[in-house]
DNA sequence: TCTAACTACTACGTCAGACATAGTAAATAA
DNA sequence: TTATTTACTATGTCTGACGTAGTAGTTAGA
């Protein structure tokens, strides 16, 4: 299981990486989270529409209305230019944090006695 | 540079991966921090410090005064079994968080053309 | 001896992001 | 008409990382 505080900070990436591999829409993307990761993370509705209307406001998406012949009219996220520089910047900070993460971590030999 | 929006949630790992390694104090920990990350992230005094203290309250780690000859006393700690414990733990969410990542940024091609 | 620099902290407050809780709303199936 | 699935919105909480500021002991140098 994955919480809450460790994922804090990718929850942007994440959405930004499945848009940049097309349009799509929340109940998809929430779906596309939790299959990919095989139910290791769900990602919560507010935290899924806030983060869109965070991404929004700061220009890295864009929304338009479907017009589906079938069932609710939906909202469509598209990543934008400035979007895709941003989501480069944070794989490049990912891979960074990852690269100092395994620094921290590797080498460690953690013994089960004494306290 | 890492920011700490993307550091939080892995900072008590960290401080605890260094106290597998050995006892250590404030200051130490600190330099150990910014000089195996290349200067890449430097965790504040204010951040060290509170995650100290909160790890001692949830009974990871403790606490005892140093006697050095000289120089200011300090203030030494230690991992606890538990500390160790949860240690194992959080590592073992990292390793999922960073595969959960590697899915779903390794796939992207990241093109530069169009909005 | 005065000051600066280094070491080793503490107090207080801010802020943002992930989430809990709860409700709204449209369409389809039974 | 009721339930179910889809598709959201509103409001508030909580925590952790950090900004700002100050305290305090020790040592080195002028």
Redesign the interface.
């Known amino acids: ?3 809450s ?6 929850c942007d ?2 959405l930004l ?2 848009l ?2 097309g349009d799509s829409y929340g109940y998809e993307i929430s779906r596309a989270i939790r299959e ?2 095989g139910g ?2 769900v990602m919560k509705e507010t935290t899924l529409y806030s983060a869109f209307a965070r991404l929004e406001k700061r220009g890295f998406i864009a929304s338009y209305q479907g017009r589906e012949s079938r069932g609710r009219p939906r909202t469509y996220y ?4 400035p979007g ?1 520089e941003y ?2 910047e944070k ?1 490049e ?2 891979r ?3 690269a ?2 395994d ?3 590797n ?2 030999e ?3 006695e ?2």
Chains 1, 2 share one sequence.
């Not at 505080?5 to 990718?10: A, F, L, N, P």
């Not at 598209?78 to 230019?81: E, R």
């Open positions: 299981m994955i919480g505080d460790v994922i804090r900070g990718y990436t994440i990486s499945l940049a591999q990919r990761s290791a993370y598209t990543i934008t230019a895709r989501l480069r794989l900070e990912w960074e944090t990852r100092l993460m620094r921290f971590t080498t460690e953690i013994s089960k004494e306290s």
